[in-house]
């Protein structure tokens, strides 16, 4: 899908790739799932990326979850990458994720949390309903305090082990949309380990609709 001219993977990467950590770490590995018959348009989209940056496409799965199992298998298949100790998990389509998250995650994995995920202030009411398959009108059950709820943005950031264990410990479900995890922090938290939250960013946003595009392509601030 295109956005000013280029498609939204081909933003997604470049915005990675721009990130700056603590101490000039940067992106120096970027792994690419896609469904397999699109795996060659997918790399030609990426052509022209940093050459200094080994760059993976690879045939992703049946959910997320299992796709970014396949990333992993890859990363870890690739002898360039043997030394990579966070892994950022990302969507193509939060396109213009500012280098200045990206580099926001890596710095509070890098400063002893080992997953860490950005996200934003909810300012909505929520309501949980009890939902009824075919029903239009549902009963509410309550109304979710929104001062702790934080709407969750990627990319998310992982030491290495600790999302290789959580992928591990929940392979069984991978396969399945039903039982797969909805993001990787809910793989980590059914490990029981910790996950932490940062502060998100409204450039971030997901473009899941045709409107969602159309904002997408509106001006913005640049980063700094």
Do not use: C, Y
């Amino acid at each position: 899908m295109p956005l000013g001219g280029q498609s939204l993977v081909a933003h997604a990467a470049r915005n990675l790739l721009a990130a700056r950590a603590a101490g000039d770490d940067r992106v120096r590995v970027l792994v690419v799932t896609a469904p397999a018959f699109h795996l060659d348009a997918i790399a030609r989209e990426l052509d022209g990326l940093e050459t200094e940056v080994t760059l993976l496409v690879v045939a992703g799965g049946a959910t997320r979850q299992a796709s970014v199992a396949a990333g992993l298998a890859a990363l870890d298949a690739d002898q360039r990458a043997t030394d990579v100790d966070v892994v950022l998990v990302h969507d193509a389509a939060r396109p213009l994720a500012p280098a200045s998250l990206v580099a926001r995650v890596i710095e509070a994995v890098r400063d002893g949390h080992p997953a860490v995920v950005p996200g934003l202030p909810v300012t909505d009411t929520i309501k949980r309903v009890a939902p009824h398959r075919g029903v239009t009108v549902e009963p509410v059950l309550e109304t979710v305090p929104r001062a702790e709820l934080r709407a969750v943005q990627t990319p998310q950031g992982f030491t290495r082990d600790l999302l290789l264990r959580a992928h591990a410990h929940g392979t069984d479900d991978a396969h399945d949309e039903e039982l797969a995890a909805s993001d990787d922090a809910g793989l980590v938290e059914r490990l029981g380990e910790p996950v932490w939250v940062v502060a998100g960013d409204e450039r971030a946003a997901k473009i899941t609709t045709a409107r969602d595009l159309a904002v997408a392509a509106l001006p913005t601030e640049s980063d700094e």
